[in-house]
């Protein structure tokens, strides 16, 4: 891939700009600095191979050479385009899940608040990372990894979940530019649905482990059980405690793990 075909392949989405690059740290830390630049809304950024991917609770995100998909979209809140930055980590999972299911028939699942699951293993991740005015969103990364080929696949040492890569799931070639521009397309037709409740019904249809028992887990902290009800109008996690009243958890520096059913 290079700069040129790609802005082609993709020349007739409304995207603010189009910037390929066969290596960068990380396409996040790319599109925040384009934002200082003054990038348009719908700004996309994409690399082959990232050295410093990163992804949500510090963790390491691995994105070897043509194998894999790594891109960010800035998007640029206005008066009359508000941002909710906790449901832009659901649109971003969302556009993956569409695309996995309509296209390769894979009956993706989201493990709130940001992994895509296929056959209980990750194929995908999505970080958000927004830039704020006073308690409003001014503008926001959203920032995609998908796991494409096989060798896309990082060693299971370094992972929470068992991962997997498109290919595998759907037993066929993938090609990494058809399955962007699929990704895209599905944002695209989701950023309008983002502020109604419509949206967080798409949403909670995708949501792994819903009426199951599941732990929340965070460092230090004896963890949660509970059984997990859905989503609420932000996309904060609802939960029903042994016993109690239903809680709202915000995703911060939470893990999600399904209670071991065995
Ligand atoms: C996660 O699973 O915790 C989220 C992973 C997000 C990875 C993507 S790859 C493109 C963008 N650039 C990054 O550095 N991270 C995101």
């Not at 802005?7 to 830390?29: A, H, I, R």
């Not at 899940?97 to 991740?125: E, H, M, R």
């Amino acid at each position: 891939m290079d700069q040129q075909t790609l802005q082609v392949q993709l020349k007739d989405l409304p995207l603010g700009s189009v910037g390929y690059f066969p290596v960068l740290e990380s396409t996040n830390t790319e599109a925040l600095r384009r934002i200082e630049d003054g990038a348009p809304h719908l700004s996309l950024i994409v690399a082959d191979e990232q050295t410093s991917g990163r992804g949500r609770r510090g963790r390491k995100w691995y994105t070897l050479p043509g194998s894999a998909l790594a891109f960010s979209l800035i998007l640029r809140a206005e008066e009359s385009r508000p941002i909710s930055a906790s449901r832009l980590t659901g649109i971003g999972a969302l556009a993956v899940c569409d695309t996995l299911q309509n296209i390769y028939d894979l009956p993706a699942k989201i493990k709130w608040p940001n992994d895509v699951l296929v056959f209980g293993s990750k194929l995908a991740g999505v970080l958000v990372e927004a830039q704020w005015q006073g308690d409003k969103v001014s503008s926001a990364v959203v920032g995609i990894g998908i796991n494409v080929a096989r060798k896309s696949v990082p060693s299971q040492g370094d992972l929470d979940l068992p991962a997997t890569s498109v290919e595998t799931a759907a037993g066929k070639p993938v090609d990494r530019w058809k399955l962007l521009r699929q990704v895209l397309l599905s944002f695209l037709e989701r950023m309008p649905q983002l502020e109604l409740d419509e949206f967080i019904q798409s949403w909670e249809a995708y949501l792994a482990y819903r009426g199951q028992m599941v732990q929340l887990i965070e460092e230090g902290v004896e963890p949660i059980t509970g059984l997990l009800l859905g989503l609420n109008r932000e996309g904060l996690l609802r939960l029903k405690l042994p016993g109690e009243e239903m809680l709202i958890f915000q995703a911060g520096d939470l893990k999600l793990r399904q209670v071991d059913r065995s």
